[in-house]
């Protein structure tokens, strides 16, 4: 029988062999992936947890947060807030960064995340998630500060998420490809199940939120109007469509079997620049696209080159497979 790797063994390896993982920082990825399995846990429980429903309040960008967005933010913080492997956090839920209390040791990392990434599915019952994004803390100056998380994607040492699916996955990287880990709820741990994930460079699938197409930019409604022509269009081949509308889920399902992810601009809030956040959930899901073979910008240019003005940035996403994702670029440089 063939021996299962533990995410443990899997980071240590990495850090024997690579050298790509610093001793803290395969700490933090740790700690992270047990607070991911403590939230799946309560992800599971549901009802029977009183886990489900409102929490009645509002995060800083005006949504109003469920329980389980709160319970995960907290469940991710207490974890990481005393191993000495971090300067501060920051959160999707939280209006500012949270810096590591003095009584615990400060280490270099700064750890960002959305806790609980498709919130309108937790009360469905359909597959949620919590990504996160890895930077070093710059170096010089005195204490941390928000300006110290706004660096590029490109400078992110690691990146992942967990998908509470039918399956509980942990999907990784630190920029040497993307390993992906199934949890064993009978020994309570993460098995790697997959390594060097590929994303195909064609593709036949899209998703993109399209009761919104009306309010969509000219590349975005030309690009899923030549998809919907299928055959007898341009492009001469059939498309099908997902929505799960639940990020995690859709980026699940393109780094399985290939895609193409949008969601763009429109005109329903123009002065935002999209509707997903640059920090928490376009970084991270970019760089373990482009680890895998595929791509990620926001029309314009590459997301992982955009340089952030703010924590909780917006942005416009298209990502997946390669040749899909540059089409829709060259659309967007026609105009
Ligand atoms: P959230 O982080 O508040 O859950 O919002 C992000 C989610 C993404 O997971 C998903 O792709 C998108 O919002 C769905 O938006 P919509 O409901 O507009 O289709
Ligand atoms: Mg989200």
Redo the contacts with the bound molecule.
Sequence with gaps: MTQKISLTRYLVEQQRIDGLIPSQLRLLLEVVARACKSISQAVNKGALGGVLGSAESENVQG?IQKKLDIIANEVLIEANEWGGHLAAMAS?EMDGIYVVPNRYPQGEYLLLF?P?????NIDVNVSIGTIFSVLTKPEGGGGVEAKDFLQTGSKQVAAGYCIYGPQTTLVLTVGDGVAMFTLDREQGSFVLTQEKMRVPADTQEFAI?MS?MRHWAAPVKRYVDECLQGKDGPRGKDFNMR?I????A?VHRILTRGGVFM?PWDAREPHKPG??RLMY?ANPMGWLIEQAGGAASNGQQRILDIVPSQLHERVSVILGSKNEVERINNYHRQI
């Design positions: 949504e999707e959305d609980l990434d498709g919130s309108s939120n919104n929505w509308a639940s990020m995690v859709d969601y509707k997903l959930e």
